[in-house]
């Protein structure tokens, strides 16, 4: 075993111990567990500390997961699994609502649709997995993004912001404006922005590492109407908790 093999291996047993506890572990702890001196072991939790793959807690000297490793997970899920994970939720909000109901997620530098289900009477759905969501139109879009850092967004606001209907918002100003709103609030809406007609409700997706997914109503915008904001954002805010714990394997997912 050449030397770089073995200390990424003493990275590895300290990741691992970390992730097998949920609740967290001491550094007496991890030094017991991963069987290193407790020299190596600070070394190596120092290391993980400061590129941010693990975190620790400021009350008390508990280390879990961080949040750059816990996004690297999240975005290498498979949507398949994610769309099997979140489709019964769905259902109870295409059940209660007879609108299109679906799940975004943040794919590189764009937000995709990767899951979705129809109420009986749709034939045609607006979010057709795999469709890209404009930031700047669409609500499941906006919903990730006003919780990404500026950084990426100063990168994601680079791209061009199409005009799709009369009412599409193509002032970056007025964009960084309403995702502010949208991280006030913790809801996104789209009126009529992305597609005529259309309007779209989304709530973002609560998981340890950030936010990486949105759940949303989609419909017809006079379908819409007969019920308020306020209705449509708590169903999304209950789906959304819901679904931030079954991507997070809190939940049984039977």
Not at 83 to 112: H, I, N, Q, Y
């Amino acid at each position: 075993m050449t030397a770089d093999k073995g200390i990424l291996g003493r990275y590895a047993r300290v990741l691992d111990a970390v992730a097998e506890s949920p609740d967290g572990l001491a550094f007496a702890e991890i030094a017991r567990k991963t069987g290193l001196p407790q020299g190596t072991a600070h070394r190596l939790i120092g290391a993980l500390l400061r590129v941010g793959y693990i975190n620790a807690s400021q009350n008390r000297r508990i280390y879990v997961l961080g949040h750059r490793l816990l996004r690297l997970l999240h975005l290498r899920t498979p949507r398949e699994l994610v769309a099997e994970l979140a489709r019964p939720v769905l259902k109870s909000l295409v059940e209660r609502f007879a609108e299109t109901a679906f799940v975004a997620k943040l794919e590189g530098d764009e937000v995709e649709s990767i899951a979705m289900v129809l109420p009986e009477f749709e034939r045609h759905s607006y979010v057709q997995p795999g469709r890209v969501m404009p930031l700047h139109a669409a609500a499941s879009a906006k919903a990730i993004f006003a919780f990404q850092d500026k950084e990426f967004l100063g990168q994601a606001l680079q791209r061009p912001l199409v005009t799709f209907t009369p009412k599409s918002i193509t002032s970056k100003k007025k964009v960084l404006a309403e995702l502010a709103q949208v991280r006030k609030a913790g809801y996104a809406a789209c009126l009529d922005e992305l597609d005529p007609g259309v309007s779209s409700y989304a709530c973002p997706i609560p998981v340890p590492g950030g936010i990486f997914y949105s759940v949303g109503l989609v419909g017809v915008s006079q379908r819409l109407e007969q019920y308020s904001t306020a209705t449509l954002v708590a169903a999304l805010r209950e789906a959304a908790n819901a679904l931030g714990e079954r991507l997070s394997g809190r939940a049984a997912t039977r």
